[in-house]
């Protein structure tokens, strides 16, 4: 039996798969349609599956537009840390914060919003940027005795690898497959977040072991 065939108690966790994501978005992520097919093919393996949107209001506090002066991937301080300044991107109902339409995903139980407080970004589907607000992901699972985590989605070196970091410092065993998220890569970013991943136990696979 191939260990990472995914059970009743598995979720995949797809991340961020939103039209400002996809080439043609305010954010695009190079190749980042590319995990459409990839994620609809592993969809079908998982009797589980949760979906996160990136979901800001206009003038949120991680947009370049909010911080006249400076520039797109510029990194500031604010109140609960660094923050990278990225162009506007998957505004509360706009069509770049949309679902890709490609995404077969019916089964898809829970959605989660998140980066919806003005002065807070989130890049992790459990926890906030300011590292103590959570989005309630972690109990919900729990509540529903849903184990191992397989993240799948946009974009490996931000919301994947946050999110998997957290899932797997909140106690599930965890799972990025690789060829099923694409990254943003800025200034080392993705290497940073791979080693990062290995360190706290996340495993790195492929599709075709799942
Ligand atoms: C993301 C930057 C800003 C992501 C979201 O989904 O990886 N990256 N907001
Ligand atoms: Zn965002």
Redesign the pocket.
């Known amino acids: 039996m191939n260990e990472f065939a995914p059970t009743g108690a598995d979720v995949l966790l797809v991340?961020?798969v939103q039209n400002d994501?996809l080439p043609g978005g305010s954010?695009a992520v190079t190749g980042g349609d590319a995990v459409i097919p990839a994620i609809n093919a592993l969809a079908v393996r998982f009797a589980n599956i949760v979906m996160t949107q990136?979901w800001h209001p206009a003038g949120h506090a991680?947009f370049v537009s909010a911080h006249p002066g400076r520039a797109a991937f510029d990194t500031v301080e604010l109140g609960y840390g660094p923050q990278v300044l990225?162009p506007d991107?998957?505004v509360q109902r706009t069509k770049g914060a949309r679902l890709a339409d490609g995404l077969a995903l019916e089964k898809a139980q829970l959605v989660i919003r998140k980066?919806y407080h003005a002065g807070i970004?989130s890049?992790s589907a459990f926890l906030e940027a300011d590292r103590v607000t959570p989005t309630g992901l972690g109990s919900y699972l729990r509540e529903r005795r849903l184990g191992r985590v397989f993240l799948v989605g946009?974009?490996t070196d931000?919301?994947?690898a946050f999110s998997a970091l957290d899932s797997a410092a909140v106690g599930f065993e965890t799972l990025v497959v690789e060829d099923a998220c694409r990254a943003?890569d800025l200034a080392g970013s993705l290497a940073a977040a791979k080693a990062r991943l290995s360190q706290a136990g996340v495993r790195l696979i492929g599709s075709a072991q799942v």
Do not use: N, R
């Open positions: 991340v961020d994501f954010l990136d991680s990225w991107h998957c980066g970004d890049y946009l974009a931000y919301c994947v943003i």
